[in-house]
């Protein structure tokens, strides 16, 4: 079993940053690839990123490359996404998710574990 908190969100205004971090409980943290995934009001559940078990690949979406940074830190159970140059469309629901799977998926139904989300907000 693998407990995520995401903490971190808040209101900020276009061209901002923001760090995300969450929290994982359990002894096997490093054997779980990571992600991020986001969800806007009246949308679906979007991928956002992804790390891999040792931190050394990542995977991002089309619509945050270049702007979000994936990160973990095994020894702490935590990873993180660094947001910058935010947009008022990256407005949503940020949920942290967990997989036992080997590769970085995308699909929301692969993972196995999610945190309760944590806002962020981007004004115009």
């Known amino acids: 079993q693998v407990q995520l908190v995401e903490s971190g969100g808040g209101l900020v205004q276009a061209g901002g940053s923001l760090r995300l971090s969450c929290a994982a409980s359990?002894?096997?943290?490093?054997?779980?690839?990571m992600a991020w995934f986001r969800q806007a009001p009246g949308k679906e559940r979007e991928f956002v990123a992804a790390?891999?078990?040792?931190?050394?690949?990542?995977r991002y979406g089309d619509s945050v490359k270049g702007r979000f940074t994936i990160s973990r830190d095994n020894a702490k159970n935590t990873v993180y996404l660094q947001m910058n140059s935010l947009k008022p469309e990256d407005t949503a629901v940020y949920y942290c998710?967990?997989?036992?799977?080997?590769?970085?998926?995308?699909?929301?139904?692969?993972?196995?574990?999610w945190g309760q989300g944590t806002q962020v907000t981007v004004s115009s």
């Open positions: 998710a967990a997989t036992a799977r080997s590769s970085m998926v995308a699909l929301t139904s692969l993972y196995d574990y």
């Open positions: 790390i891999s078990w040792s931190g050394t690949s990542t």
């Open positions: 359990g002894r096997t943290f490093s054997r779980y690839v």
